[in-house]
């Protein structure tokens, strides 16, 4: 199983940008499917983006489309999330996930079956 671990986290202003990234251990990187997703203080954990195995399928929720890009470096084993315009509603605690499961659905959290321990991202207005 991967070993996953987020960085990047903090205060940021609204309208500021922020670069999450996701170390991931192993030597297989290139067979995970990879996703974000967050978690806001009394919500479910929502999903916010993720990429294929092969880096050529991405997808986005719709609230943050446009404004999120999601990215992969298979020489550092590292998944990116460069969050640009954030707003007060982005606050929560973002976690990187990954799945061997070469998946029609990379939206869904019962994809993925390796979890961070997540990253605190708080927006100010």
């Known amino acids: 199983q991967v070993q996953l671990i987020e960085s990047g986290g903090g205060l940021v202003q609204a309208g500021d940008s922020l670069r999450l990234s996701c170390a991931a251990s192993?030597?297989?990187?290139?067979?995970?499917?990879m996703g974000w997703f967050r978690q806001a203080p009394g919500k479910e954990r929502e999903f916010v983006a993720s990429i294929s195995q092969c880096g050529l399928r991405a997808y986005y929720a719709d609230p943050v489309n446009g404004r999120f890009t999601i990215s992969r470096d298979g020489t550092k084993n590292a998944v990116y999330l460069q969050m640009n315009s954030p707003k007060p509603d982005d606050t929560a605690v973002y976690y990187c996930?990954?799945?061997?499961?070469?998946?029609?659905?990379?939206?869904?959290?019962?994809?993925?079956?390796?979890w961070g321990q997540g990253t605190q991202v708080t927006v100010s207005s």
């Open positions: 192993g030597r297989t990187f290139g067979s995970y499917a």
């Open positions: 996930a990954a799945t061997f499961r070469y998946s029609d659905n990379l939206r869904a959290a019962a994809t993925f079956g390796s």
